[in-house]
């Protein structure tokens, strides 16, 4: 496996201040015919697993507001006939509390 991540100044000395800074080189190598490689900055590579990190933290937040919605909306379809169900309660407390009792 080629080493990728090496130091700008030990993989090519010849590239001036302006490329060893920004870590990438393009174009074609001194062989002809072989594309050379593309190298990557250390900021690259913490800014692209920052950013992978963030999106996986993204995805379980999501999902736990799916659920939260999921969870709320469960409630209000079984809940809905909770006032129809207090009206019955109260009904039958009214009726018992005409009651009279005969001595």
Do not use: C
């Given at each position: 496996?080629?080493?990728?991540?090496?130091?700008?100044?030990?993989?090519?000395?010849?590239l001036g201040q302006s490329q060893r800074s920004t870590g990438i080189t393009s174009g074609m190598s001194s062989t002809i015919g072989r594309p050379s490689r593309v190298r990557i900055s250390?900021?690259?590579?913490?800014?692209?697993?920052?950013?992978?990190?963030?999106?996986?933290?993204?995805?379980?937040?999501?999902?736990?507001?799916?659920?939260?919605?999921?969870?709320?909306?469960?409630?209000?379809?079984?809940?809905?006939?909770?006032?129809?169900?207090?009206?019955?309660?109260?009904?039958?407390?009214?009726?018992?509390?005409?009651?009279?009792?005969?001595?």
């Amino acid at each position: 496996r080629p080493r990728i991540f090496n130091r700008m100044s030990e993989a090519n000395p010849s590239l001036g201040q302006s490329q060893r800074s920004t870590g990438i080189t393009s174009g074609m190598s001194s062989t002809i015919g072989r594309p050379s490689r593309v190298r990557i900055s250390r900021i690259q590579l913490l800014d692209y697993l920052h950013q992978r990190h963030w999106w996986r933290i993204a995805q379980y937040n999501l999902v736990f507001t799916l659920v939260l919605w999921g969870a709320f909306i469960a409630q209000i379809y079984l809940r809905a006939s909770v006032e129809a169900a207090y009206q019955v309660k109260s009904g039958i407390q009214q009726h018992i509390q005409r009651i009279e009792s005969h001595p």
